[in-house]
């Protein structure tokens, strides 16, 4: 469905209506997702630092690395680090060689949550199915290429 039909709205320009789109479109396809997510008690921030950790393999991560590949930068990690702590989602240890760093990796319980989750992650992708891989090559590129002008707020 065209964005003009399901908003029952016009833009100011192309560039307007793109915005809103990515806006739109993002929200709808993240609606399923934090549905599934307050399943199991998890933010959409805490959602990500689990699947930071669990791309860490069991290594360790510091909270800086986790800071640097958030989806939302403005997060308080120190305090989602916390929130998970309790759940027993993951484990935070002193780190060896600087006692100022903090050690945080995946607890099994994180992996069996996160393991929950991916189910529906796949049904949520298997809704873009209708587009081609180069379609969504092309949208990716696009998507990346939007984000990389430097000067952006």
Known sequence: MKIEDELKSKFSSEYHKLLVNIHLTSSRLGERMESEMKKHDLTATQYNVLRILRGQHKRPASI??????????????????????????IERTENQTDRRQK???????????????????NRIMDQLGHLSEQEVDTLNNLLDKARSKDDYL
């Open 64 to 89: 800086g690395l986790i800071k640097d590949r958030m989806i939302e930068r403005n997060s308080d990690v120190s305090r989602i680090i916390d929130r998970l702590v309790k759940k027993e989602l």
């Open 103 to 121: 050690d945080v990796v995946i607890s099994d319980k994180g992996l069996k949550v996160l393991a929950a989750i991916d189910n529906l992650e």
